[in-house]
C-alpha cells in the first residue's frame, strides 16, 4: 500500500473523530477521503464534536457523505470508526467486509459477544484491526511494564489501579449505558485492559461495588471499586471514579512487589521505583498519546508492523467489565473464565 | 493530677510515658513489664518505681489513678479488666482485642462502671488527618475512601502471631482511620493472600459505609523487602474534590474540582511531625477526656466497631463472601 484512502465513520465520539481525523490527515501516507456523519442531524454532530460534518470536511478538505454505502463506494482502504460505542463492532464487521483496515475508538465494545464477532470477522483477513486505548502509548507506563519485565520489584504481589475521570455525560448517547456503557464501560479498557499489558496475568476472581453519587440521570454507576486477584496470585485493587471534574491525575498506578515497588507519581515524575538498590525515577513524559497511536495505526496499515491492541486483548476487557456488573448486582465473588 | 502507671515498657511504652509526661495533669507514677531490664529502663527514665505485674503494682502501696496499657494484644482484655475492677481509668494500646468474644467480659465489666476507657488509635491524631476529616464534614462527606499500607511485618505464626495478625493488629489502624473520616463500617469483602508466608501477609478488601459511601484498603507486611514504599497513602473523593494525604504527616494534597491548580499543605517544621508524635496527642486527649469525665474519642463504642470490622474481614476471607459488620447500630458519626 502506497498510500492511505482513510474515511471517518460517525462524529459520536467527537474528540477522536477531530483531533485523530485532523492529525492523520497532516501526514504524507494518508489521504483523507471522506467523513460519514451517519445520516446524523447537524445538531447531533455539533453536539458530540463541536463543529458540523460540513465545516469540518472543509476543513481538511475531504468529501461529506451521509450514509457507508457512499463511504465505502470511495475505494477506501482504511477507515478510522468513532461512531457510539454500541455501533463499533458493527460498523468495524462492516468495513472489514469493504476491504478497510480499522481503527475503533476506544472502547470497541462493552460486550463480550460484540467483541467475538469482530474477532470472527477479521480472523483471515488481511485487514487490520487496532482498537483504541491511549494509555498504551504512554512513555511512563511503557517504562513500567518494562521494569516488571526486568523483575526490578521481584514478584508482585500487591496493584492498585485508580482512573480518575470526569463521567461522559454531555451527549444524549453517552448518558445512556445501552449505547455507551457508561462509566465503567467507557474506562473498563483503561482498567482491565492497563492491567493485562503491565503484568501480563490474567483478572482471575474479582468483587465489586459500585453506586451513583453525582449524576443520577446517567442510570449506570459514576463510581466503581474493584478488589480481586490475578492469574499470578496478586492482589488487585480498582478504582474508577468518575464525579471529578478536574482529571488530575488522570491515573494512579502503585504496585508493591517481594523485592521493590512501583507508583506513579504523576505531580512530580513518571514513576518512582524504590528497592534496595536505590530510587529510579521516571522521565518526562513527552509523547503525545494520541499521535502516537494514529502513528501505529499507519504502521500497522502500511504492513511495517501488527496492531498492539488487537480485537483478541479486548475480550478479556470486556469479560471484566461483564463481571464487575453481575458481581455488583449479585453481591458476589465472581470467577473469570481462564 | 492523674498518676498514670505504664503497663508494658517497650516502644509504645516509652512514648505513652513521654505523653504522660508532657501533659500538664498527669504524671508517671510507676512502670511495669515482666521483663526487668525493660522495666528498669523507663523506670530510671522517670524515676519511678518498677514492677513485674500489674497485679503487683495494685498491692502495693503506689497510688495509681490510670493505667496505661501497653503489651502485646493477647493480653490488652486481661489487663484491661484486672484494671477496670480495680477502679481504674485505662488507656489501652490497639487493639482493644483480636476478636469479639475476648472482649465480651470487657464489655461487662465496664457496664455501669465510672471507668474512662480508651483505646490508642493514634493515626487519627495525625494534624493533617484531623484537617482532612474537618474538609469532609464541610464537603458532605466522601464519595469513596482508598487507605494503602505497606511495612514490613512477621510472616510466620509463633506465640505472638496468629494467622490473621495482619488483619486483627495493624490493619486495625486502617479502619480506624477510614472509621474516623466516614463513620461506621456497614459490609466488607477481603481477599488476602500468604506470599512466602504461613500467616495472611497481603489484605485487599472493599468497604461500604453505613452512610452508603465506599471505601477499599489494602496491607501487606511483605512487600518491597527494604524500599521505601510509602508506609500510609489515603485517597479521598468528594463531591467537591479529591484529597490526598501523604504518610500521614508528609502533605495533604486537594484537587478540587472546579479550580484547575491542586492545593498542597505541609506541617510547619516548628511543628511534631513524627509518629510517635502522634501517640503523644492520643494520649493527651484521652487524659483531657478522663479530666472531664467524658467518654473518649476512640471509647468502647469505637474500638469494639473495629474488631468487628476485622472479624467480618476474616469471616470474608474464609468464607469469600462480603460480610456484614455486627454491632455497629445505626448511622452514628464519632464527633
Known amino acids: ?338 | 493530677m492523674l498518676r498514670v502507671a505504664i503497663v508494658g515498657c517497650g516502644w509504645a511504652g516509652k512514648w505513652h510515658a513521654i505523653a504522660v509526661e508532657r501533659h500538664t495533669s498527669a504524671e508517671v507514677c510507676a512502670v511495669v513489664d515482666a521483663e526487668a531490664s525493660k522495666a528498669g529502663a523507663l523506670s530510671a527514665d522517670h524515676a519511678v518505681p518498677s514492677f513485674r505485674s500489674l497485679n503487683d503494682l495494685l498491692e502495693s502501696s503506689v497510688i495509681v489513678d490510670a493505667v496505661s496499657i501497653c503489651t502485646m494484644p493477647m493480653d490488652h482484655v486481661p489487663l484491661s479488666l484486672t484494671a477496670v475492677r480495680a477502679g481504674k481509668h485505662v488507656f489501652c494500646e490497639k487493639p482493644l482485642a483480636r476478636d469479639t468474644h475476648e472482649s465480651d467480659a470487657l464489655v461487662r465489666a465496664l457496664e455501669g462502671s465510672e471507668v474512662t476507657f480508651g483505646v490508642n488509635f493514634n493515626q487519627r491524631h495525625s494534624p493533617l488527618l484531623r484537617s482532612l476529616y474537618d474538609t469532609l464534614q464541610s464537603e458532605g462527606g466522601a464519595h469513596v475512601i482508598h487507605v494503602g499500607m505497606h511495612q514490613q511485618g512477621p510472616r510466620h505464626i509463633s506465640e505472638r502471631v496468629n494467622e490473621y495478625y495482619l488483619l486483627t493488629d495493624s490493619c486495625c489502624h486502617i479502619i480506624d482511620t477510614m472509621v474516623y473520616l466516614n463513620g461506621p463500617i456497614e459490609e466488607v469483602h477481603a481477599m488476602g493472600a500468604r506470599v512466602n508466608s504461613s500467616i495472611v501477609s497481603d489484605v485487599a478488601v472493599n468497604v461500604r459505609f453505613f452512610d452508603g459511601s465506599l471505601g477499599s484498603f489494602e496491607h501487606s507486611f511483605v512487600g518491597a523487602s527494604k524500599g521505601q514504599h510509602p508506609f500510609h497513602i489515603l485517597d479521598v473523593t468528594t463531591e467537591k474534590a479529591r484529597h490526598v494525604l501523604h504518610n500521614l504527616y508528609d502533605g495533604l494534597s486537594t484537587f478540587a474540582h472546579e479550580e484547575e491548580q491542586g492545593v498542597s499543605s505541609t506541617l510547619s517544621v516548628f511543628e511534631d511531625r513524627s509518629y510517635g508524635d502522634s501517640i503523644v496527642r492520643s494520649v493527651h486527649s484521652w487524659i483531657d477526656h478522663v479530666e472531664r469525665n467524658e467518654e473518649p474519642e476512640t471509647g468502647l463504642e469505637v474500638s469494639m466497631h473495629n474488631v468487628n470490622v476485622v472479624s467480618a474481614c476474616i469471616e470474608s476471607i474464609e468464607t469469600g463472601r462480603a460480610v456484614r459488620t455486627a454491632g455497629a447500630a445505626g448511622n452514628w458519626r464519632i464527633e
Open chain 1, 1 to 338: 500500500m502506497e498510500t492511505i484512502r482513510l474515511g471517518l465513520i460517525g462524529f459520536s465520539q467527537g474528540f477522536y473523530a477531530t483531533t485523530y481525523t485532523r492529525y492523520l490527515s497532516r501526514l504524507k501516507e494518508v489521504d483523507v477521503v471522506a467523513c460519514c456523519d451517519l445520516g446524523r442531524p447537524q445538531s447531533y454532530v455539533r453536539e458530540c464534536a463541536f463543529t458540523t460534518a460540513e465545516q469540518f470536511c472543509g476543513e481538511i478538505d475531504a468529501a461529506h457523505v451521509r450514509n457507508l454505502r457512499e463511504l465505502f463506494d470511495l475505494g477506501l482502504n482504511a477507515v478510522l470508526v468513532t461512531s457510539e460505542v454500541s455501533e463499533h463492532a458493527l460498523h468495524t464487521i462492516e468495513a472489514l467486509e469493504n476491504a478497510c483496515n480499522v481503527f475503533v475508538g476506544k472502547p470497541l465494545s462493552f460486550r463480550s459477544e460484540e467483541v467475538k464477532s469482530v474477532i470472527r470477522a477479521a480472523r483471515g483477513r488481511k485487514e487490520i484491526v487496532l482498537c483504541g486505548n491511549p494509555l498504551r502509548y504512554e512513555t511512563g507506563l511503557y517504562r513500567i511494564k518494562q521494569r516488571l519485565e526486568q523483575n526490578a520489584i521481584g514478584t508482585l504481589i500487591n496493584l492498585r489501579l485508580m482512573v480518575n475521570h470526569a463521567a461522559m455525560v454531555e451527549q444524549e448517547w453517552e448518558r445512556d449505558p445501552m449505547r455507551s456503557g457508561g462509566p465503567l464501560g467507557t474506562y473498563g479498557v483503561y482498567l482491565f485492559d492497563l492491567v493485562r499489558w503491565l503484568t501480563g496475568a490474567e483478572v482471575h476472581e474479582l468483587f465489586a461495588e459500585g453506586d451513583t453519587f453525582v449524576y443520577e440521570h446517567i442510570r449506570s454507576d459514576d463510581t466503581v471499586q474493584i478488589t480481586g486477584r490475578l492469574s499470578n496470585g496478586a492482589l488487585l485493587h480498582i478504582n474508577l471514579i468518575t464525579t471529578v471534574t478536574w482529571d488530575f491525575p488522570f491515573l494512579i498506578l502503585d504496585m508493591v512487589g517481594t523485592e521493590g515497588t512501583i507508583r506513579t507519581d504523576y505531580p512530580c515524575h513518571a514513576y518512582v521505583l524504590q528497592s534496595e538498590n536505590g530510587e529510579e525515577l521516571g522521565g518526562a513524559r513527552y509523547d503525545s498519546l494520541g499521535a502516537m497511536e494514529m502513528e501505529h495505526f499507519v504502521d500497522c496499515c502500511m504492513g511495517r508492523t501488527k496492531p498492539n491492541v488487537p480485537p483478541e486483548a479486548m475480550l478479556p476487557v470486556t469479560r471484566g467489565i461483564e463481571a464487575v456488573t453481575a458481581s455488583i448486582a449479585r453481591k458476589e465473588r465472581i470467577l473469570l473464565p481462564s
